[in-house]
C-alpha cells in the first residue's frame, strides 16, 4: 500500500461455499487467520502470491495478485475516477 490514508479496495474475494457442509469439508474456505504475502522477486511463480491459512476449515488457499504495469500503486485508478474495473 503506497499510501495507508489512502486505500484503495480492487477486488473482494470470498471463497466460502454458502451452500456447502462445514462438517463434511465442503463448505470452502472459513476461518481465515494467517496472511502471508509473497512479493514476486520471492514467488516461485514470478508473480506476488497471498496466502491465507484458515483455521476453521484446515485449508491453506494460494490467491496470485495480476498487477498490470503503472498501476502498482493505485494512481492509475485514481485517474480513473476509482473505478477498479
Request: glycine content about 14%; aromatic content about 4%.
Amino acid at each position: 500500500m503506497t499510501d495507508p490514508r489512502e486505500p484503495l479496495i480492487i477486488q473482494y474475494v470470498n471463497n466460502r461455499n454458502f451452500a456447502g457442509n462445514t462438517a463434511a469439508g465442503t463448505a470452502g474456505d472459513l476461518g481465515p487467520e494467517g496472511i502471508l504475502f509473497i512479493p514476486g522477486a520471492e514467488s516461485p511463480t514470478g508473480e506476488p502470491l497471498l496466502v491465507v491459512a484458515n483455521e476453521v476449515s484446515g485449508t491453506t488457499t494460494i490467491y496470485r495478485i495480476d498487477v498490470k504495469p503503472g498501476e502498482r500503486d493505485g494512481d492509475e485508478r485514481r485517474r480513473r475516477g476509482g473505478d477498479p474495473d
